[in-house]
């Protein structure tokens, strides 16, 4: 298995513009989770879906950020309009069950930069 | 919010010593305690999940072991070499209708050739 997989790798927008962050996770796991690192309050869950569906989605910072996951093999996080505050490592994970006491499998992450 | 603690912040230790670092979560409501090992400029890889108080797991010259009454897991490292050099960050999974995983801030370990 590729593992997960997350695109883009690299994304450098201005304020205001709309991003799309991209992520696959391992076939036959069903639970898929978005993350944000920041050196100012580290690794943060920003949201989860079981089964396509969403969990928890406490940890969404506001309403600028949205999530979806149309099937189980894609889940988008969109945040429109940007803000540079929101320059971060965006890390997706996928594992079997949700948050029971299983492993997470980490996808490279997607370093966003907004100007 | 839980609050999940690690501690120290940071650590360099010599080739050869060993070494170990503490996790420190609220023991209420306690679900499951997972480890991971973050090597700069790659993402998070799993080393235990433990669910069990009194839980000790083994992973080559990596243990770790799980007080859930007091809230606190254990990670050492046995002779530790460079290549054992990551941040390894701990993360708690709380139980009831909601359940909430929280990372700690992680421990940076270093080890010096």
């Not at chain 1, 993350?35 to 969990?55: D, K």
């Not at chain 1, 996808?107 to 100007?115: D, H, K, S, Y």
């Not at chain 2, 070499?81 to 990551?86: K, R």
Request: include cysteine; proline fraction near 6%.
């Amino acid at each position: 298995d590729a593992g997960v997989i997350q695109s883009p790798r690299h994304e450098v927008t201005e304020m205001g513009q709309e991003v799309t962050l991209r992520c696959k996770p391992i076939s036959g796991h069903n639970s898929l989770f978005w993350y944000r690192q920041t050196m100012m309050r580290g690794l943060e869950l920003l949201i989860y879906f079981n089964n396509n569906v969403p969990i928890d989605d406490s940890g969404m910072p506001e309403d600028r950020f949205s999530a979806k996951m149309p099937n189980a093999s894609f889940s988008t996080l969109k945040i429109q309009p940007s803000e540079p505050r929101d320059s971060a490592v965006y890390f997706c994970a996928s594992t079997y069950h949700g948050l029971a006491g299983n492993e997470q499998f980490f996808g490279p992450g997607t370093r966003l930069t907004v100007l | 919010i839980l609050n999940v603690e690690q501690s120290p912040q940071s650590l360099h230790v010599q080739e050869g010593d060993s070494t170990n670092f503490t996790c420190s979560f609220p023991s209420s409501n306690f679900y499951a305690l997972h480890w991971y090992r973050w090597e700069t400029a790659k993402s998070p890889e799993a080393l235990f999940v433990m669910t069990l108080n009194g839980d000790e797991k083994k992973k080559g010259r990596i243990s770790a072991t799980l007080n859930t009454k007091e809230g606190y897991s254990y990670l050492y490292i046995k002779g530790s070499q460079p290549e054992d050099s990551a941040t390894y960050l701990c993360a708690s999974i709380s139980s009831g209708s909601a359940r909430q995983l929280t990372f700690g801030s992680g421990t940076q370990l270093t080890v010096l050739p």
